[in-house]
């Protein structure tokens, strides 16, 4: 049969293909003080610019919205981003409903590419098989490994395509593709949603993929709103 | 008895302290392209910046989406607005629970403001009493209900002194202010949750006083997201 | 003039009349094992049935996924209530928002009735200023502050009817009710989001007439849901 | 190597498998009406009770509030159900979150059974590219597809096994599993958040396996809300 179908070069990625990029943000401590003094401040003569230092005072009453979990004034912010992620990755992220908006590549709409993640680092069941505890596998197992989900991918992307060769529509034919491909999309938060996102996924029992993201959110945090992001480290990553 | 709380002059406020002011906003119709055009184009090769003009595919692009009501591309931005409005108007305001974060002035923890809405234009029950139809009250008859309404509300704020004077929580003290005592509130939504609200409260049944503050986040809207407002205002107000 | 308005007789309620009656639930401690069993137990041989006794296990894994914050699981049910309360209660009610929904009466479309709340205790300001702390007023000066809120409702009252009586639309008559007004919604939610209302509206620190209604509807909990009830309360009401 | 995990029958499962069970419902008509009328009517004298026949004046206030785009009386229910489906379907159901609560299983917490959708109905594209159009294969290209499709997802549980084999933790191993991967969730909703999902999921633009998820759900509708399901057909799908 003559392909119809362009066959694509697989594409195999590890850890550092997971990215979260900053796309836009609308997000200052200064807001978070704003918000939270309105209630006290009935002329809002205590405004500050968000181009302003915090004084320590801003400072305290970010700390202490955080440690009574006050949280709405933590609402008025939002940040952007682009996500590359694994599908398995994906499926947990968009489980955080309230606060959180997507927008992902479509395998209704598009072909989908052939571009798969492989772990560097393999993980292993540990002893205690209660926990969320394991060991990472040492060559050459970890090879071994990663020749086999590496493997496993290739022809699941063969088996798609030759689906889509045979005229499936692409809808079912990624119906083989498997939850280690790499898809992509906007993810948009507020300071408040983020901060619940990282208090159940920078734990050390959350899964490492989504870890990544994490992380990378958390610098964005980080970057923008240094003082509640102080504060939400010292609370133990307890989000308001 | 000694008085401790220091009396303050009452203000009586129209139609034209209604005010709803745009204090950041991170909002653009190019953004709206790009998180729908992710589902299709894995790449992002034609993700677009945000000072593009839009092309008339993107401007179409937009038009689909509304109509077709595909809602999330629109929830990647936001608006921060600081409004003021009487009591009355807050609480139809505060009814819009998704994708909306409030911070107002809080009776319980300062003294509230000696300001009070006394309608310019004074809404009169019409002959039609099924429907929300009303005819606005001529000189004399408009200035008795404003007079009315004016000394009704100075009343209930010198009886909300007295109580403070006595010792009273002013939490328990603003038990006796009206609800056309004005407020002040810090307001945060996307272009997906405000064209909700728009929605509802644009709309010629809607309250007059809500209506105003819609109008003024309706030309933020119209400002920043301007195709995103043709399409929306081409459809009705149905929003998406 | 003629009267036109039927004038009515003024009520005052005190605390015994801000009720939260459960209307309707679908709720049991079982489903949440069901739905956290779901995740672990793939062919769901562990299910239990709404009117099985818990064993220990079921117990264990219900503070097991209060004590992470895993909250989901207690999402997969409703109460609902019918809710009598002043105005001013209904304002911090209403801030509520995600898992909440509320319908209540309306000052638009019906004449609001002349009951007003007028607190048994009267909460007055302590010496310690900054905290959330007060002594209740003793008689003379407890009935010398209650007659004063009567009086000032007694007469917003009047004024309200007087507008009607002019011609002039509820909408804008009720302008000049008090705070104090009472009103009456129905109220549904899910254990988790009732969990996060409770943890915020039974601390000692909430206002005293949002508390009332937090304990109606914890006690709600304790009978529907005992073991998440002892859960909850074991956290010190921290909401999963 | 010696076999540690046990090996399972691969399972091909057809449309007949995609399933969606009422597990409990907290649902009426009447509950709409009460919600509805609660504005209207501050004494709740026209209160009624679930088991009553709804009158004509009931159902034409149900009508209203559907067309008027009132959609908070339908919020005061609530629906629990257990779906079966494949993993492509569960990516488009969770990424409806406001009103909506799932619990799902883990491939982190148990070893995924080897169950697979295989369609009885292979959608090929039409000529017509551009829109959401497709024939149905014939044998003996049907017969073909779905070989393939069931090969592909047998492979890949062998593959997933023999990792398991290895030691790697599930969560890895996992990765090889495709998206046509049958798996199990409760889903909680209201009718608001139900209808809003049937707008969108009952289309004929929508994938044809998460249309039969919704039909599941719309007859449950039907039998629990009759009136709220007509005037929801009526309007042409339209979520209030």
């Known amino acids: ?23 836009q943000a609308m997000a200052s401590d200064a807001m978070v003080v704003n918000a939270a003094r309105v209630s006290h401040d009935r002329d809002l003569g205590n405004f500050i610019s968000s181009d302003e230092e915090l004084t320590d005072k801003d400072r305290r009453l970010i700390g202490f919205l955080m440690e009574n979990r006050h949280g709405t004034p933590f609402e008025h912010n939002a940040f952007t981003f682009l996500v590359s992620a694994p599908i398995a990755v994906v499926r947990e992220h968009h489980r955080h409903r309230i606060g959180h908006a997507y927008n992902e590549v479509s395998g209704r709409y598009t072909k989908l590419a052939p571009r798969f993640f492989v772990p560097g680092l393999v993980r292993m069941d540990s002893a205690d098989k209660n926990k969320y ?53 906007y993810w948009t938060c507020n300071a408040r949603s983020l901060m619940h996102f990282l208090s159940l996924r920078l734990q050390q029992d959350a899964m490492e993929e989504i870890r990544i993201v994490a992380r990378h959110a958390y610098s964005a945090l980080r970057d923008l709103m240094p003082t509640t992001y102080l504060a939400f480290s010292a609370s133990g990553w307890t989000a308001p």
Chains 1, 2, 3, 4 share one sequence.
């Open 133 to 185: 505890a394991f060991t990472y596998a040492s060559d050459p197992l970890a090879d071994e490994v990663r020749d086999h989900l590496a493997t496993a991918c290739a022809n699941a992307y063969q088996d798609y395509e030759r689906l889509l060769d045979l005229g499936v529509k692409r809808e079912v034919a990624r119906g083989v593709l498997p939850v280690y491909t790499m898809t992509r999309y």
């Open 1 to 23: 049969m003559a392909r119809l179908v362009e066959s694509e070069q697989v594409e195999f990625v590890d850890e550092s293909a997971i990215t979260c990029d900053l796309v």
